[in-house]
């Protein structure tokens, strides 16, 4: 369906009282990759009306940032013809000193960034526990997965996640305030998507069709073993591809380490799409969520398959209108 001709609105609210639906720009990038989900907004330079508790104000003789400041929490809504989902929860992390405004705004890892620096040191610990301790007003979803021994050196808790990824590959991101954890090929989308070719793709120029031999890896996986100096090594896949190194939990046997490398490792090498696709506001896609593309043009339906969303942008202004650009990362089936 074509959405060209919707009427777009907006709502964004700060801090619960104050509310506008017009601006110049809105943009949002929502991934797994990067930690935190991201916006930004642009006013219009004519920025003059809101409300507050309900009631109308006008801005015209007041300074904006004596109204809103960093730190304050901001909830972006949007859709078509006044049907508005929550695009983006957060808080506004700056705030520019040019006009237009700009306000740039972080989800909850802001609040991560800013706690106080932690030192402790585990002799033992898994994920969930690890993040339960730098994180305990959150709920968590992580992997079952052991880390040994750990140690936290006077470091915040957003950058034990950064260490997190660096060591062990590990992806944490935010949705509806709970915090998730685990490797990427190990989530399970909870929400999926039908996206059919010449129905509801705005744009499939950036979405690649390309075959197992396209897309060769070599993995080098490593798993220590507690108490010791040892550690299972395994090697899989094509050494004339993309070499890769995997951390993988402490303590697997080697035949669970094989199975780790063959499901990462068949994930990724694939005959199918890749990529990203371009869409209207509908479906509402989100980073975690799966794809499931049909394309008519292919009756034997050998290019009809379910990708997972690694992240999704959202763009809205005059001349995109309402897009989201949906980065397919590996196919599920």
């Known amino acids: 369906m074509n959405y060209q001709y919707y009427n777009i609105a907006v709502k964004i609210t700060i801090n619960e009282a104050i509310q506008f639906g017009v601006v110049e720009s809105i943009y949002i990038e929502n991934t797994i990759e990067k930690f935190s989900d991201t916006a930004k907004i642009t006013l219009p330079r004519a920025f003059k009306n809101a409300q507050e508790n309900g009631e109308n104000v006008s801005?015209?003789?007041?300074?904006?940032?004596?109204?809103?400041?960093?730190?304050?929490?901001?909830?972006?809504?949007?859709?078509?013809?006044?049907?508005?989902?929550?695009?983006?929860?957060?808080?506004?992390?700056?705030?520019?000193?040019?006009?237009?405004?700009?306000?740039?705004?972080?989800?909850?890892?802001?609040?991560?960034?800013?706690?106080?620096?932690?030192?402790?040191?585990?002799?033992?610990?898994?994920?969930?526990?690890?993040?339960?301790?730098?994180?305990?007003?959150?709920?968590?979803?992580?992997?079952?997965?052991?880390?040994?021994?750990?140690?936290?050196?006077?470091?915040?808790?957003?950058?034990?996640?950064?260490?997190?990824?660096?060591?062990?590959?590990?992806?944490?991101?935010?949705?509806?305030?709970?915090?998730?954890?685990?490797?990427?090929?190990?989530?399970?989308?909870?929400?999926?998507?039908?996206?059919?070719?010449?129905?509801?793709?705005?744009?499939?120029n950036s979405l690649i069709y390309e075959t197992k031999e396209q897309r060769k890896r070599f993995y080098k996986a490593i798993s220590h073993q507690t108490g010791t100096s040892k550690k299972i090594t395994y090697e899989y896949g094509d050494t004339s591809g993309d070499h890769r190194t995997l951390h993988l939990p402490l303590n697997l046997s080697e035949n669970e380490v094989k199975e780790w490398v063959h499901k990462i490792h068949d994930a990724h090498v694939y005959t199918g799409y890749g990529g990203a696709l371009d869409s209207w506001a509908i479906p509402f896609t989100n980073a975690g969520d799966s794809t499931k593309l049909t394309d008519p043009n292919y009756p034997d339906k050998h290019r009809d398959m379910t990708l997972f969303v690694e992240s999704v942008i959202v763009n809205i202004n005059k001349s995109d209108g309402y897009k989201r650009t949906n980065k397919v990362s590996f196919k599920i089936k």
């Open 59 to 204: 801005l015209a003789q007041k300074n904006l940032l004596e109204i809103i400041k960093s730190g304050d929490t901001i909830k972006i809504e949007a859709g078509y013809n006044d049907e508005l989902k929550v695009e983006f929860e957060g808080y506004i992390d700056e705030i520019g000193a040019e006009i237009p405004l700009l306000l740039i705004c972080e989800d909850e890892m802001y609040q991560l960034k800013k706690k106080e620096k932690i030192n402790k040191t585990f002799a033992s610990v898994t994920l969930e526990e690890l993040l339960k301790f730098i994180a305990p007003a959150y709920e968590i979803q992580a992997l079952n997965m052991p880390l040994g021994k750990f140690m936290i050196e006077n470091a915040t808790p957003y950058k034990v996640i950064e260490e997190l990824k660096q060591q062990y590959g590990i992806r944490c991101y935010f949705k509806n305030k709970v915090l998730i954890a685990g490797l990427t090929v190990d989530f399970k989308p909870a929400v999926s998507h039908d996206f059919v070719f010449g129905k509801n793709i705005r744009n499939s």
